[in-house]
């Protein structure tokens, strides 16, 4: 009917779902308005409180420091324990050593750099097919000699000249390992020799600071024990000594010691005195400018010596104390 009041409408929330389109739309409009702000900042602070749970989880179950930098036991190249560790976290405590096998080379693991050593492995086991060549006289000074002689023998066949090439084999990765450079009169490359004034020569040519010649006595079976030779005093043609007798002597006395400590052969009984024999008939140490000693490492016609000889633990044992008496010489 025309001319009828009609009351006023409700808010929009109150209207009725009648299905009429445009009163859903604007019933739920302010509430999705109210979402898209509310939600983007819920997940803000929700990112935000991860990210601090995280690193708290993180600090506190990482360790400050390797255990391996705690004991020391460290490889070239890694951070002292007294330097912040990779993390940025501080260490605890001070720094441990690092083992002797992981430092650099230096001087108290290389105590021999610089010097030079010569060592000189008696005859060789070419030598008996070149008789000719070997009994060759040469000027020793006082006399003459032959150029060299064959060596000896275990009653086994077990030669010098291949035990005192071992036993040089074997000083000189020790001395080459504490920084020596190590100058071989011959190597087991040659036919036969070198003679025994060549011998003298390479080592003076070398400027050695020390000189050792390896050798092993033939002497009757009954003896038994390893002696030094040391140089007398020789001037005369080639052979001048003066110079050279006396670091000798302290050369062959550190020898001895460390040679019957290191081995466990005992001072030979039959020749020298206390293991000691002061000789002028050796071409060898006649014509040597450079301090040298010979030693007899024990007497290959005695059934015990030969069998300690023979055995490679003890020629190890008698290459170390060659070594360590050379060290103890070079370095004061």
């Known amino acids: 009917m025309t001319g009828r009041t009609t009351p006023p409408p409700a808010e929009p929330d109150s209207y009725p779902d009648d299905g009429d389109p445009e009163r ?44 391996r930098y705690a004991e020391g036991d460290r490889v070239d190249g890694a951070a002292p324990t007294d330097s912040p560790a990779p993390d940025g976290s501080a260490s605890t405590g001070p720094a441990a050593p ?26 060789n086991t070419g030598n008996g097919k ?14 003459h000699k032959e150029c060299d002689t064959t060596g000896t023998s275990t009653n086994a066949g077990y030669s010098e000249a291949e035990f005192t090439l071992d036993v ?13 450079a190590v100058v071989l009169t011959q190597d087991g490359d040659r036919p036969w020799g070198p003679c ?12 050695a600071d020390a000189a050792v010649s390896i050798h092993a006595d033939g002497a009757p079976a009954s003896g ?11 001037v ?11 670091p000798s002597h302290r050369l062959g006395v550190l020898l001895r010691d460390t040679f019957k400590t290191g081995t466990g052969e005992p001072t030979a009984g ?26 007899e490492c024990g007497n290959m016609r005695n059934t015990g010596d030969a069998k300690r000889m023979s055995d490679p633990e003890w020629r190890q044992r008698a290459a170390q104390a060659v070594a360590d008496a050379l060290t103890s010489y070079l370095t004061g």
């Open 24 to 67: 859903r739309t604007a019933r739920w409009r302010p509430a999705v308005k109210l979402a898209s702000v509310v939600l983007p900042v819920c997940l803000i602070g929700w990112l935000g409180w991860q990210a601090v749970a995280n690193s708290s989880r993180d600090a506190t179950s990482r360790p400050a420091a390797s255990p």
């Open 270 to 295: 039959y020749i020298g005195q206390q293991g000691l024999d002061t000789r002028s008939d050796l071409g060898g140490l006649n014509l040597s400018k450079v301090p040298k000693v010979f030693i």
């Open 224 to 234: 038994s024990g390893f002696h030094v030779i040391m140089p007398g005093r020789v």
């Open 98 to 123: 690092a083992s002797p096998s992981a430092q650099a080379p230096d001087a108290g693991n290389r105590p021999l750099a610089g010097k030079t050593v010569l060592l000189d492995p008696g005859h």
């Open 130 to 143: 070149h008789t000719t060549e070997i009994n060759r006289q040469v000027d020793i000074g006082n006399g």
């Open 196 to 207: 025994i004034d060549e011998r003298a020569r390479i080592g003076n040519e070398a400027k």
């Open 236 to 246: 005369a043609g080639p052979a001048d000594t003066a110079a050279v007798v006396d």
């Open 168 to 180: 040089v084999h074997r000083a000189r990765q020790i001395l080459q390992d504490r920084g020596a």
